[in-house]
């Protein structure tokens, strides 16, 4: 008979998605009637039927790569009329008992959906740079999302003392703050924005201006790509909170705010996008592992035949969690990191 088990990836990439494969090809060979076979481009490729069998061979050597051997794409399975047959017949022709879906909370999601409405067998396993899925402590991909900014706030800080210039840092994240918080607090950044408190212009303009009262003449600023101005001091039009945060696509809070802060101050600043820089490059040792974990967990459960749960990490055992439970809502950035981060600034 055989075991016949897909795997997608699905969403925005990121760099550890080639461990996680990894290591769900690798766990396989251990059963002795065990393939996999790979789905290209996240759901699109069961609709399509563009498939690709994944042996050792195809595994060896990517461990430390960014990007993703299957391709993604943000492709809903529950978007189109005709849709769940494609899908069944892709299923039935390669003969499949199970699927791995290894993707964000909008893959995830639609995952848990698919599950419901057509029971097709399946295993999630969270990764997402955002860390903003609430059925896991942390994700994969996040920890090297960080460190990029990390990174990057570090080379930032040295050009604004030399030129004594606020620096605007935009990071990623979606609706949650955690890129920004966890990369501005290990860059050592001097304010973070994030959309769970909405920020004013003042106070971010006070506290830049005491630094410069106190002998620091130049400032990191760390926003969050959703970050908002409270609504008491809003400075962005209408036109401009448009382009910024509607239509799915965040980016651009970063520059207001730098000329802003430039208005008020008067002093020199100057505004860096990290844009999809936040989602190449290779892996950390924490998220190789954590992938690696991960992958090996979910095929164990897909031998259990353990459906519609995900993989997750709590505390530092990795369990199973109800896709039900993971993606009842966005995970939203923890007070007490926040708290600490606020401690520093100015
Ligand atoms: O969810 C990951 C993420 O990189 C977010 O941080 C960002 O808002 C979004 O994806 C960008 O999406 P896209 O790749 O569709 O432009």
Redesign the pocket.
Known sequence: MGLHVGILTG????PVLKAVIRAVVRRAMWEPDADVLGIKNGWRGLIEDDVQPLTRMSVTGILPRGGTILGTS?TNPNDGADYPSRIRETWEKHKLNALIVVG???TLRAARDVWHEYQLPLVGIPK???N?LDGTDFPFGFDTAVNTVMEAVDRLHSTAESHHRVMVIEV???HSGW?AAYGGIAGGADVILVPEHPFRLSNVCDLLRHRKQQGSAFSIVVVA??AHPHEDEEFLDEDLKAQIYQG????GIGFHLALAIERETGIETRHANLG?V??GGSPSAFDRVLATRFGVKAFEIVLEKRWGEMVSLRGNKVVSVPLDEAVRKVKKLDEEIYHVAEIFFG
């Open positions: 969403g925005g990439d990121c943000r964000g909370e909008g997402t740079i955002d903003d990623m994240g979606r890129i790509e959703d799915g696509r965040l980016g999809y936040q989602r």
